[in-house]
């Protein structure tokens, strides 16, 4: 059969404005990718009944399978069950087991069942019902022409215990998949997007399965290798092959797999070579030792971070000279160095960083927004020092510098 075509649609206007991320959609999507199903769009439409019925005739027009998430309460802008009905003309009716399991589930919880609760038991004429272990609102599975359409709630754990339980193998049987697909992940850092393109930019051209897709985020790049076969055991082996070539061009920049990520992998490093580390932040205002801290392991491996925001407490808690701000200014290299100096003495490690910057907006001490100094100290032969002029933005330019010194770590770490 041909590809089998899936749609996801997320129904909620607290989607629209913000107040809660999507993670359904990105789920579902994984979830579906695992069994051979490709999503081929998204959709998120707020509680309005023309713009939900709208968004199924587009649904309808292109997809073979569409699961829609929320809008299954028992409020009167739940009105996922309520549009479907009306979209495939079936009429809606009380279904006596899906009441009673309502029940039960109130009863359970000794909690009284308010009337609007009622409308949950609804299920749409010739539909396949989904029971709801996890809550109250059952969904449903409607076939309209050659379209299937699941409903289910917007509620993650409800939804991913319907998928899990009932929807998987719904589709599995039904469609008779035997492809899966599989992802892999490559992370690279100390190389920028457009180079790391250009290196593979012959692979990826000629890449059909698997293939090869460039990722970018703030102070690194990711290759993402998806392989289609019958087997997982296939499919790995379409990746490794292609993971080989890749990396005969850039591996010296890859640094991890999948959901690693360079905090990760430096904390595993120092643990293995039974190194310390402490820092000193200024510009980062502790967004570094967060970075780390948040790594299971760390605690062996991190001793702690002095955050010396104003002048005042780099010279009276780190033992920064005041003759070196008079000097250079408290954005400088040598503010830096003494910094990371003063922070490997003082919390006795081997190795320390420092960040000091202008985060911006406004300039100081006629530096633009953006201009961040970072020093990594070993000792007085090895320590390195550089000044960065990063984006003007506030919460970029930390982000950054912190990732840029993840990143030294790592190549010092790999290299000593």
């Known amino acids: 059969m041909a590809q089998l075509q899936a749609e996801i649609i997320g129904v909620g206007t607290e989607l629209l404005l913000g107040q809660i991320a999507n993670t359904n959609a990105q789920w579902i999507s994984e979830v579906l990718a695992n069994q051979g199903i490709s999503v081929y769009h998204h959709q998120v439409v707020g509680d309005n009944h023309d713009r939900i019925y709208r968004s199924f005739e587009l649904a309808?027009?292109?997809?073979?399978?569409?699961?829609?998430?929320?809008?299954?309460?028992?409020?009167?802008?739940?009105?996922?069950?309520?549009?479907?009905?009306?979209?495939?003309?079936?009429?809606?009716?009380?279904?006596?087991?899906?009441?009673?399991?309502?029940?039960?589930?109130?009863?359970?919880?000794?909690?009284?069942?308010?009337?609007?609760?009622?409308?949950?038991?609804?299920?749409?004429?010739?539909?396949?019902?989904?029971?709801?272990?996890?809550?109250?609102?059952?969904?449903?599975?409607?076939?309209?022409?050659?379209?299937?359409?699941?409903?289910?709630?917007?509620?993650?754990?409800?939804?991913?215990?319907?998928?899990?339980?009932?929807?998987?193998?719904?589709?599995?049987?039904?469609?008779?998949?035997?492809?899966?697909?599989v992802s892999k992940m490559l992370r690279f850092i100390g190389i920028g997007e457009s180079q790391l393109e250009m290196e593979v930019k012959y692979l990826i051209e000629q890449q059909s399965n698997p293939t090869i897709a460039p990722l970018a985020s703030d102070g690194e790049v990711a290759l993402r290798l998806t392989a289609r076969a019958r087997t997982i055991e296939e499919a790995?082996?379409?990746?490794?092959?292609?993971?080989?070539?890749?990396?005969?061009?850039?591996?010296?920049?890859?640094?991890?797999?999948?959901?690693?990520?360079?905090?990760?992998?430096?904390?595993?490093?120092?643990?293995?070579k039974d190194l310390t580390l402490a820092a000193a932040e200024s510009l980062t205002g502790g967004r570094f030792s967060d970075a780390i801290v948040s790594i299971p392991g760390a605690g062996q491996v991190f001793k702690g971070s002095i955050i010396s925001y104003s002048n005042e407490t780099k010279t009276q808690l780190l033992g920064v000279k005041e003759a070196t701000l008079s000097s250079f200014g408290a954005v400088s290299k040598e503010t830096a160095i003494e910094m990371a100096k003063q922070a490997k003495d003082k919390l006795r490690t081997d190795l320390a960083v420092s960040f000091t910057g202008v985060a911006g907006p406004e300039p100081l001490e006629g530096h633009e927004a953006g201009t961040v100094f970072i020093c990594l100290y070993y000792d007085e032969a090895h320590y390195r020092v550089e000044r960065f002029s990063f984006v003007n933005h506030r919460e970029l330019t930390r982000t950054r510098a912190v990732k840029k010194a993840l990143e030294w770590l790592y190549y010092f770490l790999e290299s000593n």
């Open 60 to 181: 309808k027009s292109r997809s073979d399978v569409v699961l829609v998430t929320g809008g299954l309460g028992p409020t009167d802008d739940d009105l996922t069950r309520e549009v479907l009905s009306d979209f495939t003309k079936r009429e809606l009716h009380q279904d006596e087991k899906a009441l009673e399991q309502l029940e039960t589930f109130f009863k359970r919880r000794n909690r009284t069942m308010s009337e609007n609760n009622r409308k949950q038991a609804n299920v749409i004429e010739g539909a396949t019902m989904i029971r709801n272990d996890a809550g109250t609102a059952p969904g449903m599975i409607v076939i309209d022409d050659e379209t299937t359409f699941i409903i289910m709630p917007g509620v993650p754990t409800e939804m991913k215990k319907m998928m899990e339980d009932t929807v998987l193998p719904y589709l599995r049987e039904t469609f008779q998949l035997q492809d899966v697909i």
């Open 236 to 272: 790995n082996h379409l990746i490794e092959v292609s993971e080989a070539s890749l990396l005969a061009r850039v591996g010296q920049y890859m640094y991890g797999f999948n959901n690693e990520t360079i905090a990760d992998v430096v904390v595993k490093q120092l643990v293995k």
